[in-house]
């Protein structure tokens, strides 16, 4: 019978039961007392709380081993794990637990006020402090007699709402097969080992930092080293004391560690790859962490795709600076035009992906589901090209490309000569509606605090570096780019505040 994810934990305690599998706040969990945790959570419940297979148990709170010790109980159980954004208002997760239906709700300390509003009230949904997840005696009511299992492969076992960069968040739902080929895929990708050293920053209510490294490393047998949240200083100060061998960051996490003041003094020798995603990486945050002779890999996917689907491996880092790599060991990759016909290398279309480490369905959401796919191949939405090697760039969202005079225009092409020009902090393109092209393209920055440069030098930057259609007609400057807990530039606000003035634009030229 086909073994739950939880004898990925089972087997390494027989096997190296001393090996240290979670290192947190001082403290360290080896894998035979994973297992334990695990049995006992899973039979708690199951036994007092009545969680069966299929059920819904929430979790909303910082990272810590309980998110790994319930994902993999719920993994035992059949249930489902339904990790929360602690990041999102009230009205937001209230809105996502009317939906998904747990029947309960796992919260940390800095979260039971929030927690304790969003149950009253809700029928059907208990709420455990995190700290009683795992009980402290062994008795009749935490020994679980039987898992619901089954040993269907195609059991649920996560339930992640995406980050909503376009609009309402969706459930994505992840079956067991799909994150043990997740897994196998980051092995293949980062050529995993028992002795590697991984450092989790990132949250892990999101895929990105539950499934590049986390699951993936205990899979194989690896150590994490879990911190509650990022925080740049804690995470070089970790780097240099704790010797991680592997990371993963966003742009946006990057960003706030070469910005430290003790950046170029920290020891970063343990570190053999840095694994960044989640959305296109501007050229000079990879060539900083280049310049320190660390490798910087990108990984492609979303929440759909578990996410580990293209990714770049360590002999990547230097030859294809900018390029998400190729498809994963387990996933299929197409590049289509408007027809659906497979276009030629060099060619823009929509990115397709096929394999066993996709989700199921959108939760509750069948015409959704029905959309996404197309004879098993799940379109992506994202915008990219293949070149003569096989090497895939992206280019963009779908929705975000700017159709001006009829021509395509890709806002990442701006973006990166925008990432170029010297006081610039950060920037964005979206399309505004014009009389005579149907759209163009804008140019939104935040400038460094002390740069006194202009819109109209800014526009005279793309001259001799891109065709002259493609150069953006006007420029706004606003103190922030709106972002999602991933960093990604949230474009659909920033249309929204162009359309209706609420950002003011240079003269248009």
Same mark, same amino acid.
């Given at each position: ?150 040993? *269907?492969?195609?059991? +649920?076992?996560?339930? %992640? !709402?995406? &980050?909503?960069? @376009? #609009? ?122 280049? *310049?320190?002779?660390? +490798?910087?890999?990108? %990984? !492609?996917? &979303?929440?759909? @795709? #578990? ?203």
């Amino acid at each position: 019978m086909i073994r739950d994810l939880s004898a990925w934990i089972e087997q390494h305690a027989v096997s190296s039961p001393d090996r240290v599998a979670i290192r947190f706040e001082g403290t360290e969990i080896s894998y035979r007392a994973l297992h334990v945790r695990i049995q006992k959570t899973a039979g708690l419940l199951h036994n007092t709380h009545g969680v069966r297979l299929g059920d819904r148990v929430a979790y909303l709170g910082f990272n810590t081993p309980e998110c790994v010790i319930v994902f993999f109980a719920c993994a035992r159980l059949g249930a489902i794990y339904l990790p929360l954004n602690w990041r999102l208002a009230l009205p937001e997760l209230d809105h996502v637990l009317g939906h998904a239906e747990p029947k309960l709700l796992i919260a940390d300390s800095p979260h039971r006020e929030s927690a304790v509003r969003l149950v009253n009230g809700r029928s059907g949904c208990a709420l455990i402090d995190h700290a009683n997840v795992v009980p402290v005696s062994e008795d009749s009511d935490t020994t679980l007699a039987e898992s619901n299992f089954g040993g *269907d492969p195609d059991v +649920p076992l996560l339930l %992640v !709402y995406t &980050s909503g960069t @376009t #609009g309402q968040p969706k459930g994505a739902v992840l079956t067991q097969n799909a994150l043990l080929f997740n897994a196998l895929n980051s092995v293949h990708m980062h050529q995993l080992t028992p002795s590697d050293n991984i450092l989790t920053v990132l949250p892990m209510f999101h895929v990105g930092g539950m499934n590049i490294h986390t699951t993936p490393g205990l899979y194989i047998g690896a150590t994490i080293s879990i911190h509650p949240r990022f925080d740049p200083a804690a995470t070089l100060a970790a780097i240099e004391n704790d010797r991680p061998s592997l990371l993963v960051l966003v742009p946006a996490t990057i960003a706030a560690l070469i910005q430290q003041p003790n950046w170029q003094t920290t020891d970063l020798t343990s570190l053999r790859i840095v694994t960044t995603g989640s959305s296109i990486v501007p050229r000079s945050l990879i060539e900083a962490w280049h *310049d320190r002779g660390i +490798p910087v890999i990108q %990984v !492609y996917g &979303s929440t759909e @795709t #578990g996410p580990v689907a293209l990714y770049q491996r360590e002999e990547d880092a230097m030859m294809s600076v900018g390029s998400t790599g190729r498809g994963a060991l387990h996933t299929e990759v197409r590049i289509v035009d408007d027809t659906g016909e497979d276009v030629k290398p060099g060619v823009s279309g929509e990115l397709l992906l096929r394999g066993p480490n996709l989700f199921q369905k959108y939760w509750k959401d069948h015409s959704a589901s029905e959309e996404a796919f197309e004879a098993d191949w799940f379109f992506t939405g994202d915008i990219g090209y293949r070149d003569e090697r096989g090497y895939v760039f992206i280019n963009d969202r779908k929705t975000d490309v700017v159709i001006s005079g009829g021509e395509n225009i890709y806002p990442a092409e701006l973006e990166q000569v925008l990432d170029r020009i010297d006081g610039i902090a950060e920037s964005s393109v979206v399309g505004a509606a014009d009389d005579k092209w149907g759209e163009i393209p804008v140019a939104v920055v935040v400038i460094n605090k002390k740069s006194t440069i202009t819109a109209e030098e800014i526009l005279s930057a793309f001259d001799g570096h891109l065709a002259r259609y493609k150069h953006p007609k006007a420029v706004s400057f606003i103190p922030a780019l709106p972002r999602n807990v991933m960093g990604k530039v949230l474009k659909h606000e920033l249309r929204r505040a162009v359309e209706n003035g609420t950002i003011p634009l240079s003269e248009r030229c």
